[in-house]
């Protein structure tokens, strides 16, 4: 009976590592893809404020501060 324990608890392990790197690679693929449109939205917007409420030799960042107020 004590061989079918050790087996058992040798699959068990196995299972949870196996469960375990595919929830790292869900999670990390998850986070890449949320990372790539994050960047991508930040890029638009920036576009977004540079041709539409940029004035003239002003940077992006500074633009930014004037439309929400920053000084």
Known sequence: MSKLTD???????????????????VV???KKIENGAVE???KVSD???E??????G??????KK???GDK
Do not use: H, P, T
């Not at 087996?7 to 690679?25: F, L, P, Q, T």
């Open 7 to 25: 087996k058992n608890e040798n699959i068990a392990e196995k299972v949870v590592e196996g469960y375990k790197k595919i929830e790292n690679g």
């Open 28 to 30: 990390n693929g998850y």
């Open 40 to 42: 991508g939205f930040n």
């Open 47 to 49: 576009k977004c404020i």
């Open 51 to 56: 041709k539409l409420f940029a004035k003239e």
């Open 58 to 63: 002003e940077s992006v960042e500074d633009a």
């Open 66 to 68: 004037r439309l929400s």
